[in-house]
T-cell receptor, first 112, second 116 residues
Framework: QKEVEQDPGPLSVPEGAIVSLNCTYS??????FMWYRQYSRKGPELLMY????GNKEDGRFTAQVDKSSKYISLFIRDSQPSDSATYLC????????????FGQGTRLTINP | NAGVTQTPKFQVLKTGQSMTLQCAQD?????MSWYRQDPGMGLRLIHY???????DQGEVPNGYNVSRSTTEDFPLRLLSAAPSQTSVYFC???????????????FGPGTRLTVT
């Protein structure tokens, strides 16, 4: 069993929809949680960085962490075609995102 | 700032050949790492370094060597290429210590390697 599980999709939704992306993990020692966005043939770029349980909002993006359930989510409101990408969750034991453990990535398409 | 740069962008090797993937960063980051990305597997950590002269193994280190002689550079060497090493390779860097709060890793554009 992988330490971090993420539904690979693909996920296709109409423009303007609310998107929910999720990851579950097995190692309760993970302390830092990240979401990366990766456009086709590009390197991943950091979207959200959270520590401990709770919500963090940044514009149209909300990251949610539930450590008791070992479950993290990323919500995208008012989705745009430019949000079409692969979204990767990542986790770390240490501050500074060292030794990241990634989910498989979810391929998301927003249809105009 | 150029950020994290990687060369080459593409490479085709024959089985048994060796090569070095180059990675450099100009952000004065202490921490650097190499990942490989395969379909359905996400990114997996190969090797990492917490500073010049210090390296350690990640999840999938076999067949790869690294060294860190300067803060800026972190090359990845394939000793004897195998078809199983066909993948996309990403280099990443980040702060460590007190500067690391709320920051993630910065990734390079990747090197697409095919071993035939």
């Amino acid at each position: 069993q992988k330490e971090v599980e993420q539904d690979p999709g693909p996920l296709s939704v109409p423009e303007g929809a609310i998107v929910s992306l999720n990851c579950t993990y097995s190692n309760s020692a993970f302390q830092y949680f990240m979401w990366y966005r990766q456009y086709s043939r590009k390197g991943p770029e950091l979207l959200m960085y959270t520590y401990s349980s709770g919500n963090k909002e940044d514009g149209r993006f909300t990251a949610q962490v539930d450590k008791s359930s070992k479950y993290i989510s990323l919500f995208i409101r008012d989705s745009q075609p430019s949000d079409s990408a692969t979204y990767l969750c990542a986790m770390s034991l240490k501050r500074g995102a060292q030794k990241l453990v990634f989910g498989q990535g979810t391929r998301l398409t927003i249809n105009p | 700032n150029a950020g994290v740069t990687q060369t080459p962008k593409f490479q085709v090797l024959k089985t048994g050949q060796s090569m070095t993937l180059q990675c450099a960063q100009d952000m004065n980051h202490e921490y650097m790492s190499w990942y490989r990305q395969d379909p359905g597997m996400g990114l997996r950590l190969i090797h990492y370094s917490v500073g010049a002269g210090i390296t350690d193994q990640g999840e999938v280190p076999n067949g790869y060597n690294v060294s860190r002689s300067t803060t800026e550079d972190f090359p990845l060497r394939l000793l004897s290429a195998a078809p199983s090493q066909t993948s996309v390779y990403f280099c990443a860097s980040s702060y460590s210590g007190s500067l690391a709060t709320h920051s993630g890793q910065y990734f390079g554009p990747g090197t697409r390697l095919t071993v035939t």
